[in-house]
Structures are given as structure tokens and as C-alpha cells.
């Protein structure tokens, strides 16, 4: 995911979302409203990188999204880069995912004691956690 796809061209984070009807579980747009808690931390987020040395590429003169291109990473690795990105074979083909990501988060769960959760099993709930007031029709 690239940052301009978390703030508007002012480069206040989105609040609410559209969930696209081919990923809904009853093939419907969804809207999904971000607790206010998230977008505070995003905001702090985006303090912090713009005050970072970035790569020329991430940064632009406009001054929309805070002056960072349309190839700024939502996430920065350790050397303010975004991460590498790794395929993997799954059911429905193939799945791409950043590899020293995968690795941080498959350690953190080893260390909680919980190493048959993934990463995707966070996903999941974090998405279920936002659609809990939301209206989405059917069962």
C-alpha cells in the first residue's frame, strides 16, 4: 500500500473506507468507519515521516499528501525503504507479502507464546473488530 492511499491530497488520514463488493462477504460495498484512536496514531505516524531522510523518489515539491509521492510506502523498513515483498504459494494462487514484515510479526507471535497465529489472523479481526457497527445487509 502506498501513503497517498491513507490521506487525502491535504494529507489528513481517510476515516472512513469503502470495502469493495468483490472482497465483502455478502458482495456488497461497505463502508467502514477508522476509530478515531487509529487515525490519531496514523497522524503521529505521519509526523514522524516526514521528518525522516527519504529516499528522492518518495518526495515530491507539491504540496499535496505532505509533499510525498504517489511512491511513498504506507510502511518504511529499517532503512526508510519499503519492504521487500516475497511470493508465496496459497490456495488461490499466489500471494505477495513483505518478507522481513512476515518475519518480525512470525517472531513477535513466537515470543507471546501464540505461534499458530499469523499475521492474516490479525487482519481478519481487525476488519471484523471495524465492521461491527457497520450496516452491511444480509447474514
Known sequence: MKLHQLINDKGQVYSKWVLPAAYSRNKKDRIIEVPEVCCQALEQYLDWYEKQELPAEFKHNLGTYR???????ALLNDRLNEFAMSERTVKGGINKQPTNLRTKVIT??????????????????LVIHLAKNVEHGGS
Not at 513477535?108 to 479481526?125: P, V
Open 67 to 73: 509533499g510525498f509521492s504517489e511512491y511513498a510506502p
Open 108 to 125: 513477535l507471535l513466537k515470543k507471546g507464546g501464540i505461534e499458530w497465529a499469523t499475521a492474516k489472523t490479525f487482519e481478519d479481526s
